[in-house]
């Protein structure tokens, strides 16, 4: 090779050593994408290099307590199928009716004549809040102090716990019955005579008020809204209405059919909230104005309006 020709040649610009590096740059990318598309734009944990706000973004849904999926709430909250709500309604009816039959007495003669330990009278205190007007306040401060993203349950939560106590005591004022510590149950089988032919209304104070327990009533519409909305503790609602039954009961200030005809107003005061579709309408309406997601929200959307939020409050 020419002097010329070798000094033209060392002139030209090295490009073949700097081309393992490009390939490897060019892979690296090319996994990074993949991953990036698999783990959900994460790579070991870790976010990809987005703009501020996306990593706000991410970074709010992986940490706060964003709300679930706007469908989700239509599906928990959403009319269920009648023949359900029909039959479970049925059968509180059918055993307020057996319980006249063959419970109130034996049950009513057993509390009147034994005494209650202490330490169950303490439980049966507790137990007595969760079926309680004031009870019921308390329960709505927790949720809206523990859970806020689902404070716009609290009036669908509030009729139907205040409606049910409230519907029982207008069916006291129309039925006559004495409480068990004022019904003498010598030599009965039954409790079918404890009920009176005449509505005294307000005569003898709560004396003869029995018909049906305000209380459960209260109890069973709370626990038909909660277990809506956390349907994983539904077990745990049931338990304190049950809790809240025996209270009465073992108190001596309602027969067993009392409880159940209870539970079943307060059932069904808490079905009209999701069954009836003129009362389901206008809570899901009021939901929607405190805040509930909308059907039409994706989570995307939501979680953009909580940075938002968030932003605005630190800014």
Same mark, same amino acid.
């Given at each position: ?60 849904? =992986? ?186 009961? =073992? ?65």
């Amino acid at each position: 090779m020419s002097a010329a020709c070798r000094k033209r040649h060392d002139s030209r610009p090295s490009t073949l050593p700097n081309l393992p590096c490009l390939i490897s740059v060019e892979l690296i990318h090319n996994c990074a994408n993949s991953l990036e598309l698999i783990a959900g734009r994460r790579v070991d944990g870790l976010p990809q290099c987005h703009s501020p706000s996306t990593l706000d973004r991410m970074t709010l849904k =992986s940490r706060s307590h964003a709300p679930p999926p706007p469908d989700r709430y239509a599906s928990l909250l959403g009319r269920k199928s009648p023949a359900v709500v029909h039959t479970l309604s049925a059968s509180l009816l059918l055993a307020a009716i057996l319980a006249v039959l063959v419970l109130d007495v034996p049950v009513a003669d057993y509390f009147a004549t034994h005494s209650i330990p202490d330490s169950v009278n303490e439980l049966r205190t507790v137990a007595e809040l969760f079926g309680h007007g004031l009870g019921v306040v308390i329960v709505i401060v927790v949720l809206a102090a523990l859970d806020p993203v689902h404070r716009w349950i609290i009036p669908r939560l509030a009729f139907a716990a205040w409606g049910g106590g409230m519907a029982a005591n207008l069916i006291k004022l129309c039925v006559t019955r004495p409480r068990p510590y004022w019904f003498d149950t010598t030599g009965l089988t039954t409790s079918w005579s404890s009920f009176g032919d005449v509505i005294d209304g307000l005569a003898d104070g709560s004396a003869l008020q029995s018909f049906p327990s305000a209380h459960v009533a209260t109890a069973a519409g709370l626990a038909v809204v909660l277990s809506r909305l956390y349907p994983h503790a539904r077990g745990l609602f049931v338990t304190l209405v049950v809790a809240v039954a025996i209270q009465r009961t =073992s108190g001596q200030a309602h027969f067993v059919s009392d409880c159940f005809a209870g539970a079943l107003v307060g059932w069904s005061a808490g079905q009209v909230t999701f069954q009836e579709g003129w009362a389901s309408r206008w809570f899901d309406r009021l939901e929607y104005l405190l805040g509930r997601p909308r059907p039409d929200s994706s989570p995307d959307v939501v979680a953009d309006d909580a940075v938002d939020s968030a932003h605005h409050r630190a800014a």
